[in-house]
């Protein structure tokens, strides 16, 4: 089964509002996370990246937060924009090393902003 | 610039046929992938590939078999098609070597067998 889900399958906010998606992961060996954000008809196209030796990282409108003791991660989204429609996805990368692994994503939360 | 590029968009077959879809990266990347998306828009690692190794999910039957002609393509070959392999299927490339960093995708391939 997979090691990474998220709560929420669908998020719903008004525009200029914040949002926050969420995500757990059960592979405790996993080093490096990433969110995805996927548009109608396109491929995932990535946001934002954490280590897991960091337990923040801000871009830009954009943080993401690490939680190792629970195995949790998050995406915020501050100041939310029509443009922030999108399914988000959050993956995960194994620590065997660089080379040929690939990402284990979760199911995604698709994130509606209301005018 | 398109980074990584797949062909067809949009594939529509009848069962049983053979069917290819193609991938082409330009990023230098040495690791390509091959992801399946199903209805509930769920992704799912099929192969990963580098000049050296093919690492290959189990949960893939044998009639899926990438072919890569050089290490800027992966193509997707699917034989004796089946209902069940409709889906939205990525291409996608990083560089190899390194672990913290993230890949890049295709536009997508929506393949349905009727």
């Known amino acids: 089964g997979e090691s990474v889900g998220l709560h929420l399958p669908t998020l719903s906010v008004q525009e200029g509002d914040n949002s926050i998606i969420n995500c757990a992961y059960s592979n405790s060996a996993s080093d490096y996370f990433i969110w995805y954000k996927q548009e109608s008809g396109k491929g995932p196209q990535f946001i934002i990246d954490?280590?897991?030796?960091?337990d923040k990282r801000q871009g830009q409108r954009v943080t993401v937060l690490l939680n190792k003791t629970v195995k949790h991660l998050s995406l915020q989204i501050a100041a939310t924009q029509p443009g922030d429609s999108a399914v988000y996805f959050c993956?995960?990368?194994?620590?065997?090393?660089?080379?040929?692994?690939?990402?284990?994503f979760g199911k995604g939360t698709h994130l509606i902003i209301q005018p | 610039d398109t980074a990584v590029s797949q062909t067809p968009k949009y594939l529509v077959t009848q069962m049983g046929n053979d069917k290819s879809i193609k991938c082409e990266q330009n990023?230098?990347?040495?690791?390509m992938y091959w992801y399946k998306q199903d209805s509930k828009k769920f992704l799912k690692i099929m192969f990963s590939y580098n000049n050296k190794e093919l690492i290959i999910n189990e949960t893939v039957p044998n009639r899926f078999s990438p072919k890569s002609p050089d290490k800027a393509h992966l193509n997707l070959h699917i034989n004796s098609l089946e209902l069940g392999d409709s889906a939205v299927y990525f291409c996608?490339?990083?560089?190899?070597?390194?672990?913290?960093?993230?890949?890049?995708f295709g536009q997508g391939t929506r393949l349905t067998v009727v």
């Open positions: 996608a490339s990083s560089r190899s070597g390194v672990t913290y960093t993230e890949a890049f």
């Open positions: 990023l230098g990347h040495d690791t």
């Open positions: 954490i280590r897991s030796n960091m």
């Open positions: 993956a995960e990368k194994g620590g065997s090393g660089g080379g040929a692994d690939g990402l284990t």
